[in-house]
């Protein structure tokens, strides 16, 4: 029996279920949206909503220019809370990813402070309304052609 055993292992051993989740964490927040099986989606939800309330945690440290601050213990304790969020991200999260553009042209796109700096504060006021989750979607779409498994779309919300 399976009692109190979260989380799905789709046939895979530990390192490569972490990594296989590493990736399209990566990609989901790269590209704020990827298309998955529905088992892969469940469970990718989880991580990313992890990661991103990580980010959203700092609150209103996120908003604050630390160069205006004024008294010193106030400022090192805004950047040590910025770092230790960063570095819990980043234990997870790979650092770079190459985005190709629609123009063939390629970029390193740094997903950690893509993170910090556009998706955080953009849930920021979310997160404070209903006490966190809730910043990832589920869609299921048709079924994959080769081996009928069923497909979702994984997104974020606007």
């Given amino acids: 029996m399976r009692h109190q055993k979260a989380g799905r292992k789709f046939g895979r051993n530990t390192s490569h279920r972490r990594a296989m989740f590493r990736n399209m964490a990566g990609n989901l927040v790269l590209h704020e949206q990827i298309k998955t099986t529905d088992a892969k989606a469940m469970e990718l939800r989880r991580i990313a909503e992890r990661l991103l309330t990580k980010a959203i945690r700092l609150g209103d440290d996120l908003t604050v220019d630390v160069a205006k601050v004024k008294d010193e213990a106030?400022?090192?304790?805004?950047?040590?809370?910025?770092?230790?969020?960063?570095?819990?991200?980043?234990?997870?999260?790979?650092?770079?990813?190459?985005?190709?553009?629609?123009?063939?042209?390629?970029?390193?796109?740094?997903?950690?402070h893509k993170l910090f700096t556009e998706l955080a504060p953009r849930y920021l006021e979310r997160a404070k309304a209903d006490k966190g989750g809730g910043y990832t979607r589920v869609i299921k779409v048709n079924r994959r052609r080769g081996d009928n498994a069923p497909m979702s779309l994984i997104e974020f919300l606007d």
């Fill in 74 to 112: 106030e400022r090192a304790r805004i950047l040590s809370r910025r770092l230790h969020a960063r570095r819990q991200v980043a234990r997870f999260l790979p650092k770079q990813l190459v985005k190709t553009n629609p123009d063939g042209t390629v970029e390193e796109v740094d997903l950690i």
